[in-house]
């Protein structure tokens, strides 16, 4: 099974200021960033993928679990240092070819990967639209896309604050409902979706975080 562990996360450097890094090292907090990220790799069917794509890679963690499974691996961020991360991933023997770029026009060709994985990205998109489009774009037909984002609400903007976030209410603009709506204009379809909730069980749990296994139609 597919796990964004502690020991994977430990050492691992920053990459600029927003980087949350740092957070999944965390005693609690920690569980609860890596838990965000695990809940959607668990939505993954257990198989092989010939090219996956990681749009947002940040500090490249992800990057570190997806290789189990990926036989070529890439990313796009539009904010990280392709060269930093690479080297590090390199170190810890992870090939990938990074890039920096935006999921709004993505530097690959038609039907390039099949899958595509994006965590905590399209909330702080208002164009969401266009991203979903090329993200459909670069998937082959029938081509997977896992997308995960948090709550965008009062409730999410006070707990960012509370582990020491700041500004969240100016980054996180677009809603998973919102996003939601505009999978079927995109030529997506939902296959399986999942949350994280605290408490864990519904239905008294609050929604921290939605994470949505999707498939390219056409």
Not at 103 to 132: I, T
Not at 172 to 187: C, I, S
Not at 189 to 215: S, T
Request: proline share 6%; hydrophobic share 45%; charged share 25%.
């Amino acid at each position: 099974m597919l796990e964004l562990t502690p020991e994977i996360v430990r050492g691992v450097p920053q990459n600029g200021p927003t980087d949350p890094i740092e957070f999944y090292r965390r005693p609690l907090v920690g569980w609860l960033f890596r838990e965000r990220i695990n809940v959607g790799l668990r939505l993954l069917p257990r198989r092989r993928y010939a090219r996956a794509l990681e749009v947002g890679y940040g500090s490249g963690a992800v990057q570190l679990v997806l290789r189990d499974v990926v036989d070529e691996l890439a990313g796009v961020d539009l904010d990280a240092s392709p060269e930093e991360v690479g080297r590090e991933l390199a170190r810890r023997g992870c090939v990938t070819e990074l890039r920096r770029g935006d999921v709004c026009a993505l530097p690959y060709g038609d039907g390039a990967f099949d899958l595509v994985v994006s965590f905590s990205v399209f909330e702080h998109l208002r164009d969401y639209r266009r991203a979903l489009a090329e993200v459909a774009r670069v998937l082959r037909p029938h081509g997977l896309f896992l997308l995960g984002m948090p709550s965008v609400n009062l409730a999410m903007e006070a707990g960012f604050r509370l582990i020491g976030f700041r500004g969240i209410a100016d980054h996180h603009v677009t809603t998973p409902a919102a996003v939601k709506g505009a999978f079927r204009d995109a030529g997506l379809g939902l296959v399986r979706h999942a949350g994280l909730d605290l408490p864990v069980r519904r239905p008294f749990g609050l929604r921290l975080y939605h994470c949505f296994l999707l498939e390219r139609a056409r």
